[in-house]
């Protein structure tokens, strides 16, 4: 059916996620072209996580007049945002990365495709939901 499962997931899945998901998927192209094994980069940017991502959830909850509670995937990308934040900025140091774009091509071209592949099956879920109501 779907409905259900990942073709259900990718037919429903919201402009914003989508934008989510494009950008988690251009970390991972750099995360996989410019690893460093480095310990020091991870236990860094864990931390930094650990930090910003508490000082994040006590924006987005407390500081308003009434109490919002959150969803816990919401809640995981407070946290998880701030750990790739901090290591791409490790992991793409003195490599000539122009504000975020790798100085390869290859890696440009490779973000480029996994995302438009991404898209373009977000956009066959979408019709095939659409086509079954």
């Known amino acids: 059916m779907l409905g259900r499962g990942l073709v259900g997931y990718l037919a429903r899945l919201s402009m ?3 934008i989510l998901w ?15 094994p480095n310990w020091r980069i991870w236990l860094t940017s864990v931390a930094l996580s ?8 006590i924006n987005t909850t ?3 007049r009434s109490r919002v509670e959150q969803e ?7 946290f998880v945002t701030p750990f790739c934040v901090s290591s791409f900025s490790a992991l793409v ?7 975020i774009f790798s100085p390869r091509q290859s890696d440009l071209l490779l973000g480029v495709a996994l995302i438009a592949a991404f898209g373009g099956a ?5 019709l095939a ?5």
């Open 72 to 78: 816990p995937w919401p809640i995981f990308r407070l």
């Open 93 to 99: 140091k003195g490599k000539n990365f122009w504000l």
């Open 16 to 18: 914003g996620r989508l």
């Open 22 to 36: 494009c950008y988690f998927i251009w970390y991972l192209v750099v995360l996989v072209r410019y690893f460093d």
């Open 122 to 126: 977000v956009l066959v879920a979408k």
């Open 50 to 57: 650990g930090i910003i991502g508490v000082a994040l959830l």
């Open 62 to 64: 407390r500081t308003g």
């Open 129 to 133: 939901l659409r086509s079954r109501r």
